[in-house]
């Protein structure tokens, strides 16, 4: 059961454009929101987070944007370099669950220069 | 700090092999995951630990067992390994039950 669905598969982007990739949950008890950032050979990197009371948390090119009724939240890479070529994971946490995280299928982000 | 550590960082076996893949953290951490990523199918938790002494089942924990004697260490088995379990394994540390997951850099293990 995927509880958390991510969307696209794969994107491609061109250097200065804006990358977008979606989320959608099915559990309302999820109450916390992060994005992971996965270069190759290496580990997750939590890259920014939200929480279900804000519909919107900015940190540098990274956005994320949260609709709490449509159930859905989403990555906003402005500005897209290079260098974010990377997989990104989105992922939901219930506040009761030991910290245990419910991850998205994830997303190949290549931005071409 | 090293942070969180992976040992082996690749290993082949054959199908019945046994193996135990080695995560440490140097952090202090209560709480320890085990993680396996396959291909579109984001990272899945295999067995948890919130504390030495301490480990529950995950979303995929059938043919892996795990151990926590230590709580720097958390070990994870496959005592007759399957060519299912060909994957990359991932191993994350928290402090607190709000921190964020710190992870390692993974173990790419293939079962022929």
């Known amino acids: 059961q995927q509880q958390v669905k991510q969307s696209p598969q794969s994107l491609i982007v061109q250097k200065g454009g804006i990358s977008i990739i979606n989320c959608a949950y099915e559990?309302?008890?999820?109450?916390?929101f992060p994005w992971y950032q996965q270069f190759p050979g290496k580990g997750p990197a939590l890259l920014i987070a939200i929480r279900p009371d804000v519909s919107e948390k900015k940190e540098g090119r990274f956005t994320i944007s949260f609709n709490k009724s449509a159930k859905q939240f989403s990555l906003h890479i402005m500005d897209s370099q290079p260098g974010d070529s990377a997989t990104y994971f989105c992922a939901a946490r219930r506040g009761t669950s030991y910290g245990k995280l419910t991850f998205g299928q994830g997303t190949i982000l290549t931005v071409h220069p | 700090n090293a942070g969180v550590t992976q040992t082996p960082k690749f290993r082949v076996l054959k199908t019945g092999q046994s193996m135990t893949l080695l995560c440490a953290q140097d952090?202090?951490?209560?709480?320890m995951y085990w993680y396996r990523q396959d291909p579109g199918m984001g990272l899945r938790l295999i067995h948890y630990s919130v504390g030495e002494g301490t480990t529950a089942k995950g979303e995929v924990p059938d043919g892996y067992n795990v151990s926590r004697l230590k709580k720097q260490n958390f070990l994870l088995g496959l005592e007759s390994a399957a060519p299912s379990q060909t994957s990359v394994y991932f191993c994350a540390s928290k402090q607190g039950l709000y921190n964020e997951q710190f992870f390692g850099p993974g173990t790419r293990l293939t079962v022929l």
């Open positions: 559990n309302t008890a999820f109450d916390y």
């Open positions: 952090m202090n951490h209560e709480y």
